[in-house]
């Protein structure tokens, strides 16, 4: 994979970030709702209890241990799409009883959750810190110019009289 590809693939990670359907405001009393982990969030004034997509399809896999993406989208209302980003992202894993899993998006292998195998995650933050390194250190600059301006090696600026 090329730097230019892999400068690509970062990007689209960051824009495609998925909010779940947060619930931002009480559907009982309007107020405003707090989050409290895993998904659940919890009215400030009512003290209502309600879930994001990821709560939802988190409660739905613990009471229902191997289910399918299509049963948990049937039963939750949660995407299927979403679904499939909560397993990309790590939140959620394929049970080891199932036919099913993910290819690692490097090499194609089986891998249960995640977007990389193990062997290929290790070699891609690899090389995000080299790439890192070397624009911190005048490889890659990013636009930036790490050449001195002639005429500053060891001068003073200034002078007092």
Same mark, same amino acid.
């Given at each position: ?9 970062? $990007? ?56 399918? =993406? ?32 993910? #290819? ?10 995640? $977007? ?15 790439? =890192?390194? $070397? ?14 301006? #002639?005429?500053?090696?060891? =001068? ?6």
């Amino acid at each position: 994979m090329s730097r230019e590809e892999r400068i690509e693939m970062l $990007k689209k990670e960051f824009t495609e970030i998925n909010t779940y359907n947060r619930p931002t405001y009480c559907s009982e009393c309007g107020g405003v709702m707090v989050f409290k982990g895993l998904g659940e969030y919890q009215c400030e004034k009512c003290g209502f209890m309600d879930y994001d997509d990821y709560g939802k399809a988190r409660n739905y896999v613990e009471r229902h241990s191997g289910a399918n =993406a299509a049963e948990v989208a049937k039963a939750t209302g949660v995407s299927q799409k979403s679904i499939r980003d909560m397993l990309k992202e790590g939140k959620l894993e394929i049970a080891q009883n199932s036919v099913i899993f993910l #290819k690692c998006e490097i090499c194609g292998s089986m891998i249960r959750s995640g $977007k990389y195998c193990q062997k290929c995650e290790a070699t891609y933050h690899k090389d995000l810190e080299e790439m =890192a390194r $070397k624009a911190r250190h005048g490889g890659d600059t990013f636009g930036y110019s790490t050449e001195r301006r #002639k005429g500053e090696d060891g =001068a003073k600026r200034f002078t007092r009289e």
